[in-house]
């Protein structure tokens, strides 16, 4: 099957509702996951790089991004973002996180020059795209530092006076290739510490970030 985001790349920025809806979503999570100045931070399906700017924030230039997408075209547009920016910090890799292998995985991030372990992960609107998210969970959690740093957001169903926009929020979800019950987050409520819950824009996105512990890929 032909990947929705191989036609939909160059127009993603501009179609994906980023600034009326999933943009506070992203800065909540950003800032929950609090990466530090010069780590490491994976960016797990990272589409066009709509976080690079947010995380470049809080990694700053001694730090390094590891955006990895499976789509070809959206990472081609992410490295137009990058070199836009012309930052020198950002690696790019293809890789289907829920068919690659932690191993696999660090072996092409280091030889891409990143470090085997990273000190925190994000993922953003991506896992409840994934058949499989609890096997990119796991890889993604397999690439952290022990006390490494995660954070999830992704879409549910809008709450309370919002409820109306429910069928909205589902066909939106239905048209990225998103299943809105997936609820991935719960994986990071029940393996890591320190979990801090947020929403926004009624519920419809949800945000998790947390402390990974050191079993946690056991
Ligand atoms: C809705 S976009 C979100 C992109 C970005 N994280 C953002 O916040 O704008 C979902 C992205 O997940 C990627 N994706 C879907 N399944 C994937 C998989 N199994 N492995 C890696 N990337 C995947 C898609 O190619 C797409 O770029």
């Known amino acids: 099957m032909g990947d929705r985001y191989t036609r939909f790349a160059p127009f993603y920025n501009l179609l994906s509702g980023e600034y009326p809806i999933y943009h506070s979503g992203r800065v909540l999570g950003i800032t929950a996951l609090a990466s530090g100045n010069g780590q490491q931070v994976l960016d797990i399906g990272c589409g066009t790089g709509l976080n690079f700017a947010l995380l470049q924030q809080s990694v700053g230039a001694s730090g390094t991004i590891i955006g990895i997408d499976r789509s070809a075209a959206m990472l081609h547009q992410a490295r137009r973002r990058v070199e836009n920016h012309r930052w020198d ?26 470090s085997a372990l990273s000190g925190a992960a994000l993922a953003t609107y991506s896992l409840s795209l994934m058949n499989d998210w609890q096997r990119a969970w796991k890889t993604m959690t397999a690439l952290l530092d022990t006390h490494g740093r995660v954070c999830v957001v992704d879409m549910a169903d809008p709450l309370g006076g919002a409820r109306w926009l429910t069928p909205l929020a589902r066909l939106a979800c239905a048209l990225g290739g998103s299943n809105i019950h997936a609820a991935p987050w719960r994986a990071l409520e029940e393996q890591c510490a320190d979990v801090v819950r947020g929403s926004a824009r ?3 996105l949800q945000i998790r970030s947390g402390t990974t512990l050191p079993l946690h890929n056991e």
């Open 89 to 114: 910090n950002v690696i790019l890799l293809q890789a289907d996180m829920a068919l690659t292998d932690p191993e696999t995985l660090s072996t092409r991030i280091q030889e891409a020059g990143g």
């Open 202 to 204: 009624a519920g419809h």
